[in-house]
Nanobody, 126 residues
Framework: QVQLVESGGGSVQAGGSLSLSCAAS?????????LAWFRQAPGKEREGIAS???????LVSDSLKGRFIISSDNVKNTLDLQMSSLQPEDTAMYYC???????????????????WGQGTQVTVSS
């Protein structure tokens, strides 16, 4: 059973930084898998931010490169997201997701990720 639990959301002023963490369990027995961060703002579609796959590759959305950094800790089984220079348009619910097939590699399409956390809210004020 794959479980994902996000933490670290909150409120920050524009220009500030915030870090999110996702505790992942149940993936160690799955050879091909990906972990990713998505976000969804009210009235908007879910947007892929970045992913890490079990082959060691990473993918970051072009629009967020330079401000968002994804990393993982294989000992702690966590997926982290460091966000900087945050702007009000970054306000959204942020989700951790896991894909358990090769199809998730190299993509930030939400349809390739079967497991989702409950999300953590990030609010950026101007």
């Amino acid at each position: 059973q794959v479980q994902l639990v996000e933490s670290g959301g909150g409120s920050v002023q524009a220009g500030g930084s915030l870090s999110l963490s996702c505790a992942a369990s149940g993936l160690s027995y799955i050879n091909d898998h990906c972990l990713a961060w998505f976000r969804q703002a009210p009235g908007k579609e879910r947007e892929g931010i970045a992913s890490i796959n079990s082959f060691g590759g990473t993918l970051v959305s072009d629009s967020l490169k330079g401000r968002f950094i994804i990393s993982s800790d294989n000992v702690k089984n966590t997926l982290d997201l460091q966000m900087s220079s945050l702007q009000p348009e970054d306000t959204a619910m942020y989700y951790c997701a896991a894909g358990t097939s090769f199809g998730c590699v190299g993509t930030l399409s939400a349809t390739k990720y079967e497991y989702w956390g409950q999300g953590t809210q990030v609010t950026v004020s101007s």
